[in-house]
């Protein structure tokens, strides 16, 4: 079971949610902690895409990559940290509602630690993300409904 799991209804079809929720650019539109995200290996995100976040908590920026690991449109999607402390690991999932006019998004999200990371997941990223993902979810039905 994840450490955090989240779901929300947008009322948009799953190709216009998976499209959106997975192009990195849009990722610091939606969530706050993202300050920038961009795509190393060029566009579509394809499986082994890499994708470098930078992502703010408090006063400080921390980069990271991750690697998509599973791309099934406009099904599902899964990114996996593959550097840093903390490394996150976020499955999405979308189901179509009302005959593909509506859409129910579900994250999953998790964190692995590394070295410090070990200490500072559990303590400080998790407590974070927990606190961050409903709004971040909010967010992103706001943008794609209006």
Do not use: C
């Amino acid at each position: 079971m994840s450490a955090i799991r989240e779901s929300i209804d947008i009322f948009r079809s799953p190709e216009d949610v998976f499209d959106y929720v997975t192009d990195p650019t849009h990722l610091p539109e939606w969530q706050d902690s993202a300050v920038s995200a961009r795509q190393l290996d060029g566009a579509p995100l394809h499986l082994g895409s890499k994708v470098e976040i930078t992502r703010r908590m408090a006063k400080r920026e921390f980069p990271m990559t991750m690697e998509v690991t599973e791309l099934d449109p406009p099904r599902s999607w899964h990114l996996h940290g593959i550097d840093g402390p903390v490394r996150g690991d976020v499955r999405g999932t979308i189901e179509p509602l009302d005959d593909g006019k509506r859409s129910r998004v579900t994250l999953d999200l998790d964190f692995e630690g590394h070295g410090i990371g070990k200490v500072i997941a559990p303590l400080v990223v998790k407590p974070y993300a927990r606190r961050q993902m409903p709004r971040n979810e909010e967010k992103l039905k706001h943008l794609l409904e209006h």
